[in-house]
């Protein structure tokens, strides 16, 4: 489509750099493509990158499931079950490059628990975190636990970091 110079007003043909009238400098209407197909990208660089990082991952302890980001692995060495006179408990492990999580669940078979009372005799400071009652208690200047009850299960939830409480969710 042919257009007018701005300059001078003479009609000029589709994609003339300059003037044949004036010699004026006439825009390139392929330069805005270029930068709009530039926007484009980092905008959809930016998206996926947001999508990316904020992953999740459900994790199964002794059948109470959590949700960690997905930047945790699984550090299995850590990862322990163990019966003793009817009681189970089952703890696993996770880390990123900063933080680590440990995950405790402990039930009675069968028989059923007060998990409440159990959370409450192991001590610490009343709380509610993570939408829960339970009990939260600091070991050093690193290390952080909350406990507490669901159902039949006492969960114990063990970080390196206090902010890592806030990467754990509870999903029952």
């Known amino acids: 489509m042919d257009e007018n110079c701005p300059e001078c007003g003479v009609r000029l043909k589709k994609e003339a750099p300059f003037c044949p009238n004036c010699g004026a400098k006439l825009k390139s209407s392929k330069k805005k493509y270029i930068i709009?197909?530039?926007?484009?990208?980092?905008?959809?660089g930016l998206i996926t990158c947001y999508f990316v990082s904020n992953q999740t991952q459900i994790v199964e302890v002794d059948n109470v499931e959590f949700e960690l980001p997905s930047d945790y692995v699984n550090v299995?060495?850590?990862?322990?079950v163990s019966y003793d006179d009817g009681v189970k408990s089952?703890?696993?492990?996770?880390?990123?490059?900063?933080?680590y999580i440990e995950i405790g669940v402990t039930r009675t078979p069968g028989a059923g628990i007060n998990s409440n009372e159990v959370a409450a005799s192991l001590g610490g400071s009343p709380t509610k975190m993570l939408?829960?009652?339970g009990y939260y208690q600091k070991?050093?200047?690193?290390?952080y636990s909350f406990v507490f009850g669901i159902k039949d299960?006492?969960?114990m939830i063990?970080?390196?970091?206090?902010?890592?409480?806030?990467?754990?969710?509870v999903i029952g």
């Open 36 to 44: 709009i197909i530039l926007i484009l990208i980092l905008i959809v």
């Open 76 to 80: 299995p060495s850590r990862t322990e």
């Open 90 to 99: 089952s703890s696993m492990g996770w880390s990123d490059e900063e933080k």
């Open 131 to 133: 939408g829960y009652d």
């Open 139 to 143: 070991y050093d200047e690193e290390s």
């Open 153 to 155: 299960e006492v969960c």
């Open 158 to 169: 063990y970080v390196s970091d206090y902010d890592a409480f806030g990467d754990v969710k």
